[in-house]
C-alpha cells in the first residue's frame, strides 16, 4: 500500500497557541512573567519546548542549559493540562485525509511530539480514528530527521516505506523525507510558510484542497 504520512504540528494543525502558553507558565514559575508571544514567537512554539525555553531564557539575557533541562517536565505537564484551548486544525485538513483515505491510500502520522501527548491531542480533536498509525519522539529510540520513525509510521499504516510520502512544515521533515528516500510536501500555511520554497521540497501547498491531486501525482 502507498502511504501518506503527516507531521502534526504545524502541518494538520496549529498548536502554537497552547505550546507558548506552556512555556509562559514556565518562564511565570521562574518570575519573569510572560516572555514569549502569540503570532510574533508561532514558529518558535512549533519547533518544540526545549526551543521555546532556550528562545525566552535567550530573550531575557539568562539562558542557562540547567534550566531549560528542569523546566522541561514542567512545560510538558502545563501543556498537558491545557492542550487543545487554542490550537486548531487548519481548514481542510481533514477533508484531505478523508479523501486520502477513500483512494486508498494508507494515512498516518509521524511527530517529534511526546507520543502520549499526541495521542491526547489527537483525541481532544476528535480525529484519532481517522489515522491508522502514530508515531511520536519517543515512540523509537530515535527521531525525525532519522528516517526511521517515518518508516515506521508507513508500516504501522499497513504501506511500503519506499511508498510513502512525508507532508510537513519544516526543514526537519524535508530532511527526514530525504533520508528515507521518499518525497516531502511542505505546506505554506504555517507560521515558517515563506521559508519552505528555500527547502525544495517535491512539491508546496497552499492549502490542503491541493493535497490529494499533488499526491496522485507523486505516487501514484
Partial sequence: MKTVIF?????L???SGDLLEAANACFRDMGHGDVL???EDAGIALRGGRMMLSHGLRRLGAYEEDVVHSYYPMLLEFY???IDHHTRLYPGA????????GEGYGVG????????LAELLLRRLGIRDAFASMVGADTLPVRKPDPEP????ARRAGGDPALCLLVGDSDTDRNTARAAGVPSVLVTFGPSGEEMAALEPEALID?????????????G
Fill in 13 to 15: 494543525a496549529d498548536t
Fill in 207 to 219: 492549502r490542503f484542497d491541493d493535497l490529494p491531486g499533488v499526491v496522485r501525482q507523486l505516487l
Fill in 109 to 116: 502520522i509521524c511527530t517529534n511530539k511526546p507520543e502520549a
Fill in 7 to 11: 507531521d502534526l504540528d504545524g502541518t
Fill in 150 to 153: 517515518l518508516r515506521e509510521a
Fill in 80 to 82: 498537558a493540562e491545557a
Fill in 94 to 101: 481533514m477533508e484531505a485525509v478523508e479523501a486520502l483515505r
Fill in 37 to 39: 508571544r502569540h503570532g
